[in-house]
Structures are given as structure tokens and as C-alpha cells.
């Protein structure tokens, strides 16, 4: 049979109008936001390709359910169907709902860390990293080699290499390890998956240690997308059928649900053990609200609980994918250094390997997100050496592998023509790249300074 491309597994119902700035002005906009995109106003933007993060499409059933937000202060109903929901799709009984994925990361790490900890991962992410800090933990990456490669092809760039592990246990004890804590579609290493088999695996590892394994499923339906493309045993498996496993194997998940489930703000902690649920409610109340609701609305917790439901749609995710794909592939098409294989939420350009001239210390990734902002107001995002930040003892910048411009691609928002000119513009500024000037710091903040610091050219 012949094979068919896909379509969006939607129709359009609303729209909301977008308009072209001319160069004068993104030439200004772009010198007031200090050349941090995370700066500029969205008006001045033409295709926001910033972050995947709350800026999805809702559908007209979550529209729809919004309207149906009891908002009383406690028992909320639309908590308890959020709770099901969670429990039916991602496996976990007990849920604490959160304002976003951050405040879950802070409630877990107050929970579980202790002074002097250590914890692994399959890469640092800004925000968690920071949390695990603050309640004086260690971060220590343990993710297979080939995810600090951009070229490497390794179909599993998320996956745990337990060398990593087991030499960090031998370091400093797993009774330092409260858990490990592993990302399902690894963000910084450009949305790589980790495989089941490597999940399971690290499920035996977590037992024989009695270590807690902790599961960050901002985007597990993506990470779900490319087991069943990519690991044999799984590829007549649903996408909720394979969501449904990688949870179930994993002790306690943090989610950001401005991600794969679709909703404009929330985040919970979930988990299925009831003693460390009864911690969780002891310090949600403190820093994000009673436990049911912990900083969401009640119209939100409906409409996370409908967008759980949509985002794990085998047509829906196979579109979403897709779509990154297709972005990528034009790129590649033209010569353009990615990251490969394609991630699931976003293409990343390699900027060491398009801006050779700019040194690491003066922010090439940085410099040419704001060049792409300033060829065609295609906004995207640094993923370098500005968002890796500074070490937490020595004070000095972490110097990553990948030094990385991300155009994120928002839920059910764009279509192909966006992709089409996000390609043009970025082989745009590609053909003038040499032109382009590195960056300093003129502020630069004390923590996730990748957020707020402003830079000018050198
Ligand atoms: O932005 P939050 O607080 O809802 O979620 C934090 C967070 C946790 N884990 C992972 C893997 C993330 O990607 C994440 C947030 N990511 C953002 C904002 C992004 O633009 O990628």
C-alpha cells in the first residue's frame, strides 16, 4: 500500500492575527531587549518559536471545559477529575497539583534532599538543576556520551549510561543518592528520547540500590512517539499504551503540563507511594496553595485533565512530530548544522558549527538567535554556554558540548508555511553568517540568567 503523508489531525477555528515588523524596527526592538529574545515584546515577534511552553493551541472541548471551573478553595470537582485522569493515563495514584512544572521541582527537592546529596541525571535542565542546588544537592550528569554529540545519530540520546552511575555510587555511596531523575525527551540534548529498555533497566538498577527513580515527563508522549517508531517490540503499540509503561516503571513523576498536555499554565508532582504524598501536601500548602489546586484554577485543571487525553492521540502526536521533522529536514536539505537525529519539540541549530569565529565566551548561540530575530522576527532561544550558567562552587561559566539555538515548535499553532519561512530565514542568516558578531554580558544575573541577562555586540 501507499504510503500517505500526514495532515493535521485538526481544522482551524479561531485565529489570531500576527504581522511582519520591518528591519528598522527589529533592529531597535532587538537592541532594547539587550539581545536576549527572552526580552523582546511579543508583539514584535512575527513566528514565536521561543519555547513550546503554554503557548499550544487549546481545543474547542478544553475551551469548552474551562467553562465548567468550579472554583471553590477546596475539593474542587475538576481536581479530582484531573487526579483520575493523571492516574488512568500516567499511571500515578496520587496527585499535587502545582502553578507549573518548577513549583513541583521545588516541592520535590525540599522533600528529598538532603546537604551533600548527589543527583543524576540524563542531563541537567535549567530549572530542576537549580532546585536540586538550592536544597544542596549535586547535579551530576549521566547520560550516554552521544547526547553531548550534535552529530552523533544514536537513536537514544537520553538513555542513562550506567558506567555513570555505578561510578558515581561508588564515589560517594547511594546513600547520598536520594534518587535519580530522568527526563522523558531530553530538552537540553534537543529533544532526544530515552528508550524502554533502558527505562526498565534503570527500574532493576533503582531496586538493587533503593534509590528513587524520579521521571521529569514534561514530554513523555513525544519520548512515546519515538519508542514506537524506533524500538522493534513497541512499534505496534499505542502511544498511550507506551506513555501508560514508561510511568508505570518510575516511582514519582514532576510535570510541566505547558508542554505535552496542552494548557497555558499548570504543573503537578505525582507519585503512588502515600507517605511521601502526605510530605508533598505538607509543603504545597506553603509555597503553592491547598493541595487541591496548589496554584491552578479550577478551569485549568480542567482543561489539563482533556488535554492529557488529546496528547496522547497516536494521529495527534504523529502530526506534532512531524511537523518538527519537517522543519528539520528543509534545514538539512540546505546544508544547515542540527542537531540530529530531529528532536520531538524543536529543531536545534548548531552554532559552533555555523559561527566557527565566535568563540564559546562570547555567546554564539546567543548572537545568532538574535541575528535570525533580526533577519526575519523569528524568535527562538539560546541552549549554550548562557543557559548552562556558572558552577555552582567555582563560580565558573559551565562551558557545554552543545552550544545550541532552539526553535521550538508550539503545539497545534503553526503551519507548514511558518516552517517554510522559518527554513528561509534561517538559511538567510546562514549565507551572511560570517558577518555576525559575538556578545558580552552588560548584566548578567545571579541565577537562570539565560531568563533576564542583556548583552551587547563586541
Ligand atoms: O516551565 P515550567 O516551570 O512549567 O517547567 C520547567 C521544566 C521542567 N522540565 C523540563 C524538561 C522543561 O522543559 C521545563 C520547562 N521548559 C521550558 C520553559 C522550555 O522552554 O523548554
Known amino acids: 500500500m501507499a504510503t500517505r503523508s500526514w495532515a493535521e ?37 512575527y513566528i514565536d518559536l521561543l519555547t513550546d511552553s503554554g503557548v499550544g493551541a487549546m481545543s474547542d472541548r478544553q475551551w469548552a471545559g474551562m467553562m465548567t471551573g468550579d472554583e471553590a478553595y477546596a475539593g474542587s470537582r475538576n481536581f479530582y477529575r484531573m487526579q483520575e485522569t493523571i492516574e488512568t493515563y500516567y499511571s500515578y495514584k496520587y496527585t499535587v497539583p502545582t502553578h507549573q512544572g518548577r513549583g513541583a ?46 552529530v552523533s545519530d544514536h537513536p537514544f540520546k537520553g538513555n542513562v549510561d550506567f558506567a555513570k552511575l555505578n561510578a558515581l555510587v561508588e564515589k560517594v555511596g547511594a546513600d547520598h543518592i536520594p534518587y535519580i531523575c530522568v527526563a522523558t525527551c531530553v530538552n537540553m540534548a534537543g529533544g532526544q528520547p530515552i528508550s524502554l529498555a533502558n527505562l526498565h533497566e534503570l527500574r532493576s538498577w533503582c531496586d538493587q540500590h533503593k ?76 509555597y503553592e496553595g491547598l493541595h487541591t489546586y ?50 520531538g519539540h524543536a529543531v536545534f541549530l548548531d552554532a559552533r558549527r555555523l559561527l566557527p569565529h565566535i568563540p564559546q565566551d562570547r555567546f554564539p548561540a546567543q548572537a545568532l538567535a538574535a541575528a535570525l530575530y533580526l533577519e526575519s522576527g523569528v ?19 559551565h562551558m557545554p558540548e552543545l552550544e545550541l539555538v532552539r526553535l521550538t515548535i508550539p503545539r497545534r499553532v503553526y503551519t507548514q508555511a511558518h516552517m517554510d519561512v522559518t527554513a528561509e530565514s534561517v538559511i538567510q542568516v546562514a ?23 542583556r548583552f551587547e555586540p563586541v
Do not use: W
Open 105 to 150: 521541582e521545588h516541592i520535590l527537592s525540599k522533600m528529598l534532599i538532603s546537604d551533600g546529596d548527589y543527583v543524576p541525571g540524563n542531563m541537567y535542565f535549567t530549572t530542576t538543576r537549580l532546585h536540586q542546588e538550592l536544597a544542596g544537592g549535586t547535579f551530576v550528569d549521566v547520560i550516554v556520551d552521544e547526547a553531548h554529540d550534535p
Open 294 to 343: 496548589g496554584g491552578m484554577a479550577g478551569r485549568d485543571m480542567e482543561a489539563l485533565a482533556i488535554g492529557i487525553t488529546e496528547s496522547v492521540d497516536d494521529d495527534h502526536i504523529r502530526a506534532r512530530v512531524g511537523q518538527v521533522e519537517y522543519l528539520g529536514e528543509q534545514l538539512q536539505r540546505a546544508g544547515i548544522p542540527i542537531v540530529t537525529p530531529i528532536g
Open 431 to 453: 549565507e551572511r553568517a560570517e558577518e555576525i558578531q559575538g556578545l558580552r554580558f552588560t548584566y548578567e544575573p545571579e541565577v537562570l540568567r539565560f531568563f533576564q541577562a
Open 9 to 45: 489531525p485538526y481544522k482551524i477555528k479561531a485565529v489570531e492575527l500576527i504581522k511582519l515588523t520591518t528591519p528598522e524596527q527589529r533592529k531597535e526592538a532587538i537592541r532594547e531587549a539587550g539581545y536576549n529574545t527572552f526580552l523582546l515584546r511579543s508583539e514584535d515577534v
Open 211 to 286: 534509590v528513587l527513580l524520579v521521571h521529569d515527563m514534561t514530554r513523555v508522549a513525544e519520548n512515546a512517539y519515538f519508542i514506537q517508531q524506533r524500538e522493534e517490540q513497541y512499534k505496534e503499540k499505542s502511544i498511550r499504551e507506551i506513555v501508560f509503561e514508561i510511568c508505570s516503571i518510575t516511582d514519582i513523576a514532576t510535570m510541566s503540563s505547558k508542554k505535552d498536555a496542552m494548557v497555558n499554565i499548570g504543573g503537578f508532582l505525582a507519585m503512588n507511594d502515600p507517605a511521601l504524598y502526605e510530605q508533598a501536601c505538607a509543603l504545597v500548602v506553603v
Open 379 to 397: 524568535r527562538s532561544m539560546e541552549r549554550g554556554v548562557v543557559s548552562a550558567g556558572r558552577d555552582k562552587t567555582t563560580g565558573e561559566n
